[in-house]
């Protein structure tokens, strides 16, 4: 089994930023890609950034591209995501998530974290 967890969240106001982290346990060594969903109230969850095991693939929507950015340092366990220039509409609960197969399908990600909420006044 793996179990992750999430840090970070918080309420901010427009223009800031946030770095939120997942700190992942267990079979971490059958871990391929991970990534970084969001869900705010009344709408569906969304992926927000995945990133493959190694680091040198990563993908955005389109609605943080140039704004956010996902690492990971697989030595410390950890994944991240750097939120830049926040606005109100990225107000949600943020999901750390990992799969063990090498793609980005939503699909695919068995694994979840409790989430940390994200709110950003106006």
């Known amino acids: 089994q793996v179990q992750l967890a999430e840090s970070g969240g918080g309420l901010v106001q427009a223009g800031a930023f946030l770095r939120l982290s997942c700190a992942f346990s267990?079979?971490?060594?059958?871990?391929?890609?991970m990534g970084w969903f969001r869900q705010a109230p009344g709408k569906e969850r969304e992926l927000v950034a995945v990133?493959?095991?190694?680091?040198?693939?990563?993908a955005y929507s389109d609605s943080v591209k140039g704004r956010f950015a996902i690492s990971r340092d697989n030595a410390k366990n950890a994944l991240y995501l750097q939120m830049n220039s926040l606005k109100p509409e990225d107000t949600a609960i943020y999901y750390c998530?990992?799969?063990?197969?090498?793609?980005?399908?939503?699909?695919?990600?068995?694994?979840w974290g409790q989430g940390t909420q994200v709110t950003v006044s106006s």
């Open positions: 998530a990992a799969n063990n197969r090498p793609t980005f399908s939503e699909g695919t990600f068995n694994y």
């Open positions: 267990g079979r971490a060594f059958a871990l391929s890609a």
């Open positions: 990133i493959t095991w190694n680091g040198d693939n990563t």
